[in-house]
């Protein structure tokens, strides 16, 4: 059995499909974090998902006849060495080509078509491929929104120490200390004046886990959290807006994806942000396939299978 390999390797989870050239999934696997800037597993975890997704499907490397990955981290010529030598795994002769993971991402939500990606979950980058087949991030117009999940953790604790709070934040900051397992704001401001965590990894995969108390608490209304939540729709709107300028179509399709971007609150402040747009009109929709569906697409493409609507079906339906 000829199979190819896609691996979306993220800052939390590496994840690896293999499938073969009907379209057919035959082994998925999920690792930890691919990211070599937040995982120093990361080249283990990645060389352990293509390993197991393999064996998983029942073949040898040699059954492998083409393998894409896209990588949290991938980011500048020099990031390529490391990129290349993750998938450059023993007994693999067949092509590898390794991206930034927006660009799997991407394929895989709009299925290669023009339009915007933003992917706010452990990190946060705003990725669109214009008409002219320009990609295009915002990082290039230097601008970031600071709204991945870590980001919103610092943001509410950091307004919780300084006391800007209202009575009916209680709860949320009830879950906070029990989350940090202090007994008061004292404590948790005790724990930021030694920096909390020592370990920086540590301290922002910690700091990430806190994220769905916030998002879930803008929710139900608590006003600090909807003002930290508000405030990232804004940021990923305007990133939006900016990566916008580079199209020549006024009606652009926009994917959201990633734990952040696609948590309820979040997702309906970037709708009502996007409305207000004047100049163009804004579509956001639900991905058509995962970002590790994309890498198999890549693969496929790299392998020239030819993939018609039979088949294309047949990878959307899986998750």
């Known amino acids: 059995m000829e199979i190819v390999v896609g691996l979306d390797g993220g800052g939390s989870h590496t994840r690896a499909i293999a499938v073969d050239i009907t379209g057919r999934v035959v082994a998925y696997v999920e690792r930890g974090g691919a990211n070599p800037n937040h995982n120093p597993d990361a080249k283990e975890n990645v060389q352990g998902a293509i390993a197991a997704v393999i064996a998983e499907a029942g073949c040898s ?64 980058v705003v990725f669109g491929i214009n008409e002219a087949g320009e990609h295009v991030r915002n990082y290039e117009y230097h601008h970031y929104a600071a709204t991945a999940a870590r980001h919103l953790a610092y943001n509410t604790m950091f307004r919780i120490i300084a006391g800007d709070v209202v009575k009916e934040d209680q709860l949320l900051i009830d879950q906070i200390l029990l989350y940090w397992q202090a007994a008061h704001i004292t ?123 039979p088949m294309m079906n047949r990878l959307k339906k899986y998750p």
């Not at 920086?200 to 910690?206: A, P, V």
């Not at 994220?211 to 940021?235: H, W, Y």
């Open 187 to 309: 404590d948790l401001t005790k724990l930021a004046k030694r920096g909390f965590i020592t370990d920086s990894k540590e301290r922002n995969h910690r700091f990430g886990g806190m994220a769905p108390l916030i998002t879930e608490a803008a929710l139900q209304g608590m006003p600090l959290a909807c003002s930290v939540c508000d405030n990232a729709a804004r940021e990923i709107s305007i990133g939006i807006r900016v990566i916008g300028t580079s199209f020549t179509a006024e009606t652009i399709p926009v994917a959201l994806i990633g734990s952040v971007a696609q948590s309820a609150y979040i997702t309906s402040g970037i709708n009502k942000e996007l409305r207000s747009e004047t100049i163009r009109c804004y579509q956001v929709k639900k991905p058509e396939m995962s970002p590790t569906m994309g890498a198999v697409l890549m693969a496929m493409g790299m392998a020239n299978i030819s993939i018609d609507e």
């Open 61 to 124: 490397p040699q059954d492998v006849v083409s393998l894409a990955a896209g990588f949290a981290g991938l980011d500048r010529a020099e990031d390529e060495i490391w990129a290349e030598h993750y998938i450059n795994q023993n007994g693999l002769t067949c092509p590898r080509k390794a991206v930034n993971d927006a660009v799997i991402a991407h394929i895989g939500a709009l299925r290669n078509q023009t339009g915007i990606i933003v992917i706010c979950g452990t990190g946060s």
